[in-house]
């Protein structure tokens, strides 16, 4: 929270879906995919760029198992646009965790050169 408010970031989001949700026979990755379209009007209104959206394939360093599914990074202006989407009345942050087994939300601050 200390970050400065005006400074532009990166969300750097590692997913990693359930095989089957608790609740019906779909997979997280298809409710992740239902939050993805919930939550498109809510990144539109707070001016968010999703930069990279793909499938993470091996691990070059690290472990051999690869932990991660999915990885999503998305560009925000300020810190302010990320806090004020989330708490927005009707973002559907249930519908993404619902998806999810383990994930993994860092927040990246661009360094000058």
Request: proline share 4%; with cysteine; aromatic share 12%.
């Amino acid at each position: 929270m200390a970050m400065p408010i005006d400074a532009p970031l990166q969300m750097l989001n590692l997913l990693k879906f359930k095989d089957k949700m608790d609740d019906s026979d779909i997979s997280g990755a298809e409710r992740y995919k239902e939050y993805m379209k919930a939550a498109i009007p809510f990144f539109e209104k707070s001016k968010a760029k999703v930069n990279f959206y793909g499938d993470a394939k091996f691990n070059l360093i690290g472990p051999q198992e690869l932990e991660w599914d999915k990885v999503l990074i998305v560009e925000y202006a300020q810190k302010n646009d990320f806090i004020n989407m989330i708490t927005t009345d009707g973002y559907p942050s249930e519908m993404r965790k619902s998806a999810l087994e383990d994930s993994r939300l860092i927040f990246c601050e661009l360094n000058e050169k």
